[in-house]
């Protein structure tokens, strides 16, 4: 009796599983994520942004084929801006690149800080006489 309950106390036992060796072993790719420092060249402008009162909320998605920052004015609404990280591009236009609500790609380039300069320019209201 004794080596039956030894059988089911096998079977009943969870084995411990190194995270790593199980994503390498899965045939999908790791998703594309930010590194630590465009995370914080993009963490700065979001402060900024947020300091100003024009910013109030972000999200980020890490996907099979690019990386998002998406920033929002109000958390239930859509992005007003999205910082995107697209590795396949990087070859070509480059991976990076910042897009607004309506789709439109405003800045895209192979350097990060140089396609965040997008959000220092100052937008004036221009008004009619």
């Keep these: 009796m004794s080596d039956r309950s030894d059988a089911k106390a096998e079977e009943n036992q969870t084995s411990v599983i190194n995270l790593g060796e199980y994503r390498q072993s ?25 300091g100003e009162g024009e910013w109030r909320d972000y999200a980020i998605d890490h996907m099979k084929e690019k990386a998002v920052f ?7 609404e859509i992005p007003l801006f999205r910082i995107e990280k697209n590795p396949r591009l990087a070859a070509r236009q480059g991976a990076y690149s910042v897009v607004n609500a309506t789709g ?11 396609v ?14």
Excluded at 116 to 129: A, G, I, P, S, Y
């Design 26 to 50: 899965r045939d999908d790719p790791a998703p594309v994520t930010f590194h630590r420092k465009e995370l914080d060249a993009i963490l700065r402008i979001y402060g900024r942004m947020v």
């Design 70 to 76: 998406s920033v929002f004015k109000r958390a239930g």
């Design 104 to 114: 439109m790609i405003l800045k895209r380039g192979h350097e990060l800080p140089q």
């Design 116 to 129: 965040l300069k997008v959000f220092d320019k100052v937008l004036k209201l221009v008004e009619k006489d």
